[in-house]
């Protein structure tokens, strides 16, 4: 494949766009780029601590012109599988207040005293009371569902536990792993091309994480564009058994190459 066969992105944000508060060089041009472009792209992030609104607004902060409809969080993807594929309308869910505010505006019910299922997520606000109560739950067999298996979050001043981290802590206490929703996970790629109203087949997946956006691109028969601003470093490739379509430094060198091509 080469870079010009590609017709609309998918952009991982955390490690790829920015780094916490603070936008990677070049990220605002890019987007601009494919604006003028007309290129089709969407925002596909395994965040879920905060929703499309918050995640455009923070954006906008940046120079980033977008608009909520720009951005699907694994989150949203989420809800939308609780209330899609699933009749489980009570939940116990691990997440800051916005997660909750997300599922509960997509008609689901956080009732701890009889869950019907527990979600977990990226959550800033945990407490070992919350851990707890999903380890007792989980315990008992009730279904167990996660946004998204990312162990670390990038921030300006280093990796934080993620949702994949809390996940292993249960793993541990409760001997159980839940299924994921977001990235890798090819259903949250289909969500998203359904979205964005795009084939697969000229779409590519930019991200920074090897486990997470290229595994999901390849899952998802999508191009697999890697970025090196984020988790992933240079020699982590070496081991890697299926490499990327293409690899670049950021988002400026991949600029660079859809603008010449």
């Given at each position: 494949m080469l870079i010009s066969d590609i017709h609309a992105l998918l952009l991982d944000m955390d490690g790829t766009v920015y780094l916490g508060p603070d936008p990677i060089a070049g990220a605002k041009e890019f987007i601009e780029y494919l604006q003028k472009a007309d290129i089709p792209f969407l925002f596909l992030t395994?965040?879920?601590?905060?929703?499309a609104s918050c995640y455009s607004a923070k954006l906008k902060s940046m120079g980033i012109?977008?608009?909520p409809n720009h951005v699907l969080?694994?989150?949203?993807?989420t809800a939308a599988y609780l209330m899609e594929k699933t009749t489980w309308r009570n939940i116990y869910a691990l997440g800051t207040p916005c997660f909750e505010k997300e599922l509960q505006r997509a008609g689901l019910a956080l009732n701890s005293k009889?869950?019907?299922?527990?979600?977990?997520?990226?959550?800033?606000?945990?407490?070992?009371?919350?851990?707890?109560?999903?380890?007792?739950?989980?315990?008992?067999?009730?279904?167990?569902?996660?946004?998204?298996?990312?162990?670390?979050?990038?921030?300006?001043?280093?990796?934080?536990?993620?949702?994949?981290?809390?996940?292993?802590?249960?793993?541990?206490?409760?001997?159980?792993?839940?299924?994921?929703?977001?990235?890798?996970?090819?259903?949250?790629?289909?969500?998203?091309?359904?979205?964005?109203?795009?084939?697969?087949?000229?779409?590519?997946?930019?991200?920074?994480?090897?486990?997470?956006?290229?595994?999901?691109a390849q899952q998802?028969?999508?191009?697999?564009?890697?970025?090196?601003?984020?988790?992933?470093?240079?020699?982590?490739?070496?081991t890697v058994p299926q490499q990327p379509d293409f690899v670049f430094e950021s988002v400026v060198e991949l600029h660079a190459a859809m603008a010449a091509s």
């Open positions: 395994n965040n879920p601590s905060a929703d012109d977008v608009t969080t694994a989150g949203a993807a009889e869950p019907e299922a527990v979600v977990i997520s990226f959550d800033k606000t945990l407490t070992y009371e919350k851990l707890e109560r999903a380890c007792l739950l989980l315990r008992e067999g009730l279904p167990y569902i996660a946004t998204n298996p990312d162990k670390v979050c990038p921030t300006e001043y280093g990796y934080i536990p993620d949702c994949g981290a809390i996940a292993a802590l249960l793993e541990s206490a409760a001997d159980r792993s839940p299924r994921y929703i977001g990235k890798p996970s090819p259903d949250f790629a289909q969500m998203a091309l359904l979205k964005l109203n795009v084939e697969g087949t000229h779409t590519a997946m930019v991200g920074d994480r090897l486990y997470t956006d290229m595994e999901m998802a028969g999508l191009a697999s564009i890697l970025v090196l601003s984020g988790e992933t470093e240079k020699n982590d490739l070496v």
